[in-house]
Nanobody
Framework: QVQLVESGGGLVQPGGSLLLSCATSGSIFSINYMRWYRQAPGKEREWVARITSSGRTNYADSVKGRFTISRDDAKNTGYLQMNSLKPEDTAVYYC???????????????WGQGTQVTVSS
């Protein structure tokens, strides 16, 4: 059974940095897209960044130039490096991935449980 587990969240001062990780477990044949989303209190979940299997990246305008998404396919792990953090970045951050568990399986959409990021002085 495929699982995604985020880590690396916490409390950081404005201007600080955090590195989020998205570790996978279970049977994994291939991973297509890996994405990060976030949800602030009282707001809808919003897309933050995406990386394709070939390494192409896209970012929401609100984080462009400050956040960097990456992946380590040898470890089946994704990352989100967050720099120059602002109070408005405060949210629960979720990892999402399109995974084919076995070669014969269809691609499925998997989510982690989220990790809290709080930016405050």
């Amino acid at each position: 059974q495929v699982q995604l587990v985020e880590s690396g969240g916490g409390l950081v001062q404005p201007g600080g940095s955090l590195l989020l990780s998205c570790a996978t477990s279970g049977s994994i044949f291939s991973i297509n897209y890996m994405r990060w989303y976030r949800q602030a209190p009282g707001k809808e979940r919003e897309w933050v960044a995406r990386i394709t299997s070939s390494g192409r990246t896209n970012y929401a305008d609100s984080v462009k130039g400050r956040f960097t998404i990456s992946r380590d396919d040898a470890k089946n792990t994704g990352y989100l490096q967050m720099n120059s953090l602002k109070p408005e970045d405060t949210a629960v951050y979720y990892c999402n991935a399109e995974i084919r568990p076995r070669r014969i399986d269809d691609v499925g959409d998997y989510w982690g449980q989220g990790t809290q990021v709080t930016v405050s002085s």
